[in-house]
């Protein structure tokens, strides 16, 4: 093979790859984008006040539970729920993926923002309750095809407990908006 | 039996849902476990989606009344039914309290000590749905033939917490979380606090070392100190200071110092002091 057509092909990979890459660009830009905490109320929490340092743990970590439900939900994956969910939340959403998969169901959702106000957070420092207005767009899919789409201001009241090196959702329970 | 008696119509025609659209309805509310029915207007079969928060199904059903069994409706939180591309949302509720879910802490504390025994009580119903009405719950502290503390608090959102002080006495204290007839218990190790003071004498062993023996070491409250405890005996003299480190045994602690015609013997454990003795050459 002569150095010109070794070049040529090199080039001819090089663009593969590129363009193999920028295909795939949107669906990670799309999973990476973050739910959003509009604001984190921390001052009413009984009996313990909460430390800056935890409340910066629990956004974070919060936020980033929401983030991976949404991709869960939407893509029928429900292993991604095991670095930040536990107990009956993780069960409960492993379920509703189980079934969606099943049923070739999916649900995508538009996180348009989290309020979320601490009202408990225990005096060992390992439970933190709170209550989350969340602003969602819910699109219901069988297959390909849109069910329906809604918008919906939720209302979740939120357990989280302290892991080893983080905050995990244990009850996520939408409750009627007051 | 009990699924029907709370089942009722829900009453919502899907086909009008739309129209309601640009205020947000105020949904029905189901209990967990109880069941309901949907309208679907209109004749012949159709195929109705229900998503739920642990679970979703798809199925033809045929118009009309059209129930949702009680198994279905067992996580609270946000469902929606979808036929002909319209919409209708319920909520299922926790039902009763059936399980209390309580955290205790710490497991060893000392007696007599504020505040420092720790609780808090998670309610649930039988489906592990948080119990979110006000709910009494009562906690208590005892050791055995005690009185101890009791403490009656309403829980707020599924939660109550208490903070007890614990009793003297030490000893496995019984740490209860009730509700109704749901009960929790947990053990609480309560042990000697610090030693409240510490006595010793002195007497000369057989080979002439000095031979010094503490009193029953015990704490504030008449709890005997855990044996393995440190207890530090210190002879000053005029060769100098020698120091040995006894551990608590039966409630004692004993050690041999060198000899000595003139020493002040001194005895600590913690952060207390206990007496000094002049050791003179005629004792």
């Known amino acids: ?178 | 039996m009990n699924s029907l008696r709370h089942r009722f119509v829900l009453g919502v025609l899907l086909a009008l849902s739309s129209l309601c659209a640009a205020q947000p309805p105020v949904l029905d509310t189901v209990q967990a476990g109880a069941g309901t029915t949907l309208q679907v207007p209109g004749a012949g079969s159709t195929v109705l989606y229900l998503f739920g928060p642990a679970g979703v199904s798809k199925r033809e059903v045929q118009r009309g009344a059209v129930a949702l069994s009680g198994d279905e409706l067992k996580v609270a939180g946000r469902y929606t039914a979808i036929v002909d591309g319209k919409s209708s949302a319920f909520f299922v509720t926790a039902g009763p309290l059936e399980k209390v879910s309580f955290i205790a802490h710490p497991s060893r504390v000392p007696a007599a000590t504020s505040g420092a025994v720790l609780g808090s009580a998670f309610l649930f119903d039988r489906f592990q749905n948080l119990v979110l009405a006000p709910t009494p719950v009562s906690f208590r502290l005892a050791v055995d033939g005690t009185a101890g503390e009791e403490r009656k608090v309403t829980a707020k959102n599924g939660v109550a917490w208490v903070q007890l002080s614990s009793g003297r006495r030490g000893g496995p204290a019984q740490f209860v979380a009730s509700s109704g007839a749901v009960s929790v218990r947990r053990v609480v190790q309560q042990v000697a606090a610090d030693p409240c003071s510490i006595r010793m004498r002195a007497s000369r062993a057989a080979d002439g070392n000095i031979l010094v023996e503490t009193a029953p070491i015990q704490d504030c409250s008449g709890n005997a100190v855990p044996d393995g405890t440190i207890v530090t005996f210190t002879s000053v003299d005029a060769a100098g200071r020698s120091t040995v480190d006894a551990r608590i045994k039966r409630g004692f602690a004993r050690a041999e110092l060198p000899a000595s015609s003139s020493a002040t013997l001194s005895v600590a454990t913690g952060v207390v002091m206990g007496n000094e003795i002049r050791w003179g050459g005629d004792q």
């Not at chain 1, 729920?81 to 993926?97: C, D, K, M, P």
């Not at chain 1, 106000?117 to 209550?131: K, M, N």
Request: with cysteine; proline share 3%; net charge negative.
């Open chain 1, 1 to 178: 093979m002569t150095d010109v057509s070794c070049s040529r092909f090199r080039l001819a990979a090089m663009r593969l790859i590129v363009s193999f890459g920028l295909a795939l660009l949107p669906a990670t830009l799309h999973a990476a984008s973050p739910a959003p905490l509009t604001s984190f109320d921390a001052a009413s929490a009984t009996p313990r006040p909460i430390e800056e340092t935890t409340a910066m743990a629990v956004q974070r970590d919060y936020a980033h539970a929401w983030q991976s439900l949404v991709l869960a939900l939407e893509e029928n994956r429900a292993d991604l729920l095991n670095e930040n969910f536990t107990g009956v939340a993780r069960q409960q959403w492993q379920s509703a993926i189980a079934t969606q998969r099943q049923n070739g169901l999916s649900r995508r959702i538009v996180d348009h923002g989290h309020t979320v106000q601490v009202s408990f957070y225990s005096l060992d420092g390992s439970a933190l309750e709170a209550f989350d207005n969340a602003d969602l767009e819910v699109q219901y899919r069988d297959g390909s095809k849109v069910l329906y789409s809604e918008h919906v201001q939720a209302r979740y009241v939120v357990l989280l407990t302290a892991a080893e090196n983080s905050w995990k959702v244990r009850i996520l329970q939408e409750v009627p908006a007051r």
